[in-house]
């Protein structure tokens, strides 16, 4: 059995994936080929499949300051052409004769010197008839492959099928390159439409040339057991049927990923068969169901990121490991922004049991103005349903990524596409208009970050954006932390399922052991640029330590934000960007995996599971903070979207201060799938001596179910002595006397007062990348993010004895950093200098910054606190803080080790370092 991966596409009619029998031979042209940059002279050699990149041809790349992508060591755009003597043997004589090139760029196509014709495909294979100029014998092949104008500039410049961030815009062709000779009476295409309620499978099989028929020649159909026998008719092309497959029959889902096999057959001529799934993937009341059972979206947006290769796989093992990946970590659904992946992809996910979401290549605008635009991406998608529908893994279809333009336009296009394939559900573009215009009539689901507008965060359907899109970055940074939101008041209006389009994008400081990685096509030279300044700051020896701690603060936002999505009954799924680096658009670190789909160590699989799974054991509860002796209430909850019902199973829940429990019990689930509300537990809590950490763990037995939350509990006396420390906003001459005669103080002076000298206080860490949404927020009028990655602290440093907390940021901290101004502290002479609470600066700024800071002032010691002291005390952990700082300073241990004179205090405090330039970086969603 010979594969074709691809349909023949001669009277644009095609099907899907196909094994073909031996009346098809096939003649593979991988290997080595003629290469040139004309078409007269092709006497370089590359070899295929492969790119221009692979080979290392094309224009040496010597920039070595790109930041804002990963760098190619070779880069080219504009035609290039592959040239093959072929030896056609005599036993193709009368065949027809099919030329295949599974993915490239628009081609064309000679035989000894003369035109065969062109294709401009992106998303699918190019096919062409030789038949009538490859007799057999000797022949000159020449394909020319042109990545340069004759792609749409739009496409070009911002898919993700050919944007150099992600992808690169190579030149080559890669995948399946091979000749088949077939009967002239062949099955050319051969599509299936399963029917998952009455188990039968509804087939259509187009003949290549139906006057080629003869009398009592049949098409045999089999599915399974199962097989049917229809009369070829001369001058009949099409023919229809369909197979019952029994009340036995195996459906397709995530999770039970079931194949059966349909072929068609011309015995003596030709055969073709594919692989089918039973399913059906439809909507109701918000939600998404797979042959009527309810299912949840837990998904990953993928903007084709492999940096060895620079393209996507072409091989089904690549893709099946790709998917058990991302399963480990929950996920089940994967969508592709501005691109369509191969046909290896759609096979490993019908194995795997994933949804994917294959979108057009573009994003920007559809206006029927863009005459040449709109013709090529209805093409193309044209080619995506017939070569790639029959998969039941293509569950969803976007017309591209943020689109704007004319409603109508994509109205057509979704029509033409419905018409041709009702397998799968349609939308506009993936996050359309952002969201602003809300639902549009005609979409069968809404991918959106908001669900038209609203007063503060109302019509969120996220957790973090940028500072351009949302006061303070959303709902994460800027409301008091807790478990109690969701995204319901926005899911509800409206009436198809929403999914969160993009959700996460919490910036992780870079891994510069990551580099070394880098073996293909693309370098790092962006990570060496970050790193050189790292070493100019004076803060090289911190570069693990950033990464550790703005990486296990980011992974705790993505757990919580993840968990949101999951409380909102009325959610049909989200789609993260990303579980994985996106090294493009000025470098997004946003991924608990790199680059390369692999952990960087800040979680395990098992951990992001506990808020990421088909079923998740959930709490409610409005703050982290308690004070003993409070009532802690929490309200229990199960997400099932298991596929099961859970009616009697039990979850446990236990709080406990170490190895003791304070309190336990147990709630038994009633019937039902989604989101079930169970009981609520109210513990007093225990009376404690200092402030302590607790957690509240959840447990499922039965289903190997865990979950866990942390909670600080403070004394109720949380006050102070304040003993010997002068505790001032103002840095006056009373403080310089009292600093002079040896005294203590802490010194938390204004944001006014300071203000040149600071950044803002971020709680979660940066959104996506700190320069390109400078740029649009700048662009916008609006306020620019601080910026920062969370705090890098020492546990152990006795100014927080008092105050229980890890190296990095959690919520306990939200009341003290929401409300700093971390010092930058550039000019400070010694540069080994560490505060005791630091803050992470990003990439582009490299600050050395402090939140809280010990100094020895000629004679006196001094506490430097960026931070609104009235603020923090209207908080039990704000005034915890304070106490445990305070309490520090009026020990012996409070002896600060690094001595500064009065002037360079005030320097510190009145005048602005020299900050680094940051360029513009624009994003055409915002244009």
């Given amino acids: 059995m010979h594969k074709l991966k691809h349909l023949i596409a001669l009277a644009a009619i095609a099907g899907s994936l196909s094994h073909v029998a031996a009346q098809r031979n096939t003649m593979d042209l991988s290997g080595k080929w003629g290469f040139g940059l004309t078409q007269s002279v092709t006497n370089d050699s590359v070899f295929l499949p492969g790119t221009m990149d692979t080979n290392r ?25 592959y040239s093959k003597t072929i030896d056609i043997p005599k036993s193709w004589r009368g065949k027809s004769i099919t030329l295949t090139l599974e993915r490239t760029r628009p081609t064309t196509v000679w035989v000894d010197g003369k035109r065969v014709g062109s294709c401009s495909y992106l998303s699918t294979a190019h096919h062409y008839d030789l038949s009538k100029v490859m007799a057999p014998g000797r022949h000159k092949l020449i394909i020319m492959v042109d990545n340069g104008d004759s792609i749409p500039s739009q496409i070009k410049s911002n898919s993700h099928a050919c944007t150099e961030s992600t992808q690169t815009n190579w030149n080559g062709i890669l995948g399946n390159i091979n000749l088949e000779a077939t009967s002239p009476l062949n099955i050319v295409s051969l599509k299936t439409e399963p029917d998952a309620k009455s188990r039968t499978i509804n087939i259509t099989a187009h003949i290549s040339d139906p006057s080629l028929i003869k009398s009592k020649q049949s098409l045999i159909l089999t599915a399974g057991n199962h097989r049917k026998e229809l009369k070829l008719t001369k001058g009949n092309a099409v023919y229809h049927s369909s197979i019952q497959m029994g009340d ?50 837990r998904g990953t947006h993928d903007g084709c990121v492999f940096p060895i290769t620079g393209y996507a796989p072409m091989d089904v093992e690549s893709w099946r490991q790709y998917f058990k990946t991302i399963k480990e970590y929950g996920l089940n659904h994967v969508r592709f922004h501005s691109w369509c992946p191969p046909e290896a992809c759609f096979e490993a996910a019908d194995i795997e049991g994933i949804y994917l979401q294959p979108e057009l290549p573009v ?24 070569q790639y ?66 007063d503060g965060y109302s019509a969120h359907a996220r957790a973090s954006f940028s500072f351009a899109d949302a006061d303070e970055g959303g709902y994460l940074n800027n409301t008091y932390p807790g478990t109690e939101r969701n995204f319901e008041e926005a899911v509800l209006r409206s009436p198809v399922p929403v999914i969160g389009h993009e959700t996460g994008q919490f910036q992780i400081y870079p891994d510069y052991s990551e580099m070394k990685k880098y073996t293909g096509v693309l370098e790092p030279r962006n990570f060496a640029v970050f790193k050189k300044r790292l070493e100019d700051a004076g803060m090289a020896s911190q570069a693990r330590d950033f990464f550790n701690a703005s990486g296990q603060w980011a992974a705790r936002l993505y757990l919580a934000d993840m968990e949101m999505n999951l409380r909102t009954p009325s959610m049909g799924g989200f789609q993260l960007l990303d579980i994985k680096d996106y090294p493009g658009q000025g470098t997004a670190l946003v ?60 979850l446990n829940w236990r709080l406990v201060d170490g190895k003791s429990t304070i309190a336990q019990g147990q709630s038994s689930l009633p019937d039902g799938q989604g989101y079930i509300t169970l009981d609520s537990i109210k513990v007093q809590l225990p009376v404690t001596d200092c402030a302590r950490k607790i957690e509240l763990q959840l447990s499922i037995p039965d289903k190997w179910i865990v979950n866990s939350y942390p909670l600080w509990i403070y004394p109720k006396d949380r006050s102070y002595e304040q003993g010997e420390v002068m505790l001032t906003v103002n840095p006056d001459d009373a403080m310089a006397d009292y600093l002079n005669k040896g005294g203590k103080v802490l010194l938390a002076p204004s944001r006014e007062l300071v203000d040149s000298v600071t950044v803002g206080g971020l709680f979660q860490t940066d959104y996506w990348n700190y320069r390109m949404f400078k740029t649009i927020s700048e662009g916008a009028g609006k306020e620019v993010s601080p910026g920062t990655l969370g705090i890098l602290t020492d546990p152990a440093h006795k100014a927080l004895s008092q105050y229980p907390t ?111 330039s940051i360029s513009t970086l624009r994003n055409i969603s915002y244009d």
């Fill in 591 to 650: 991924g608990i995996l790199d680059a390369f789909m692999d952990s960087k160590g800040l979680i395990t699989p098992e951990q992001w599971r506990r808020s990421c799974d088909e079923i998740v054991a959930l709490a409610e509860f409005p703050s982290y903070c308690w004070v003993e002796g409070d009532n802690f209430v929490a309200r229990l909850a199960v997400a099932n979207y298991s596929g099961h019902p859970l009616e009697g199973v039990r």
């Fill in 806 to 916: 890890e190296e990095h940021s959690d919520w306990q901290w939200y009341t003290v950093v929401k409300h700093s101004y971390p010092l930058i502290l550039d000019r400070l002479n010694d540069i080994d200098y560490r505060p005791a609470v630091q803050v992470i600066d990003n990439v582009e700024r490299n600050h050395r910054l402090g939140l809280l800071m010990e100094f020895a002032v000629g004679k006196g010691k001094l506490m430097l606190l960026m931070a609104d002291i009235k603020e923090l005390e209207a908080k039990p952990e704000g005034q915890q803080f304070i106490k445990s700082v305070i309490d520090y300073m009026n020990t012996p241990d409070f002896a600060p080790a690094t001595a500064i004179d009065y002037d360079d205090l005030q320097s510190l405090l009145t005048q602005p370092s020299v900050s680094a």
């Fill in 248 to 297: 036995t029959a195996q459906l397709w889902s995530e999770w039970n990923p079931a194949l059966h096999i349909v072929s068609a057959s011309i015995p003596g001529h030709d055969s073709r068969s594919v692989k089918v799934g039973l399913r059906d993937f439809r909507t109701e009341d918000r939600h998404f169901y797979v042959n009527d059972t309810l299912t949840f979206l």
């Fill in 57 to 81: 041809k094309g224009d040496l790349n010597d920039n070595h300051t790109e930041t804002t992508q990963l760098s190619r060591k070779y880069t080219y755009a504009g035609p290039a052409y």
């Fill in 363 to 386: 994003w920007g605008g559809f206006d029927d103005k863009e005459k040449e635009l709109m013709d090529f991406l209805l093409a193309d998608g044209e080619e995506i349903q017939r």
């Fill in 389 to 454: 529908s029959s998969h039941p893994s293509f569950v969803l279809f976007a017309l591209g990524n943020e689109l704007w333009g004319e409603v109508p336009v994509m109205q057509r296009f979704v029509n033409r596409f419905r018409e041709m394939d009702r397998q799968h559900l349609y939308t506009y573009g993936t996050n359309a208009y952002l969201g602003w215009q809300g639902n549009l009539p005609g979409q069968d689901f809404f991918v959106t970050c908001r669900v038209g507008g609203g």
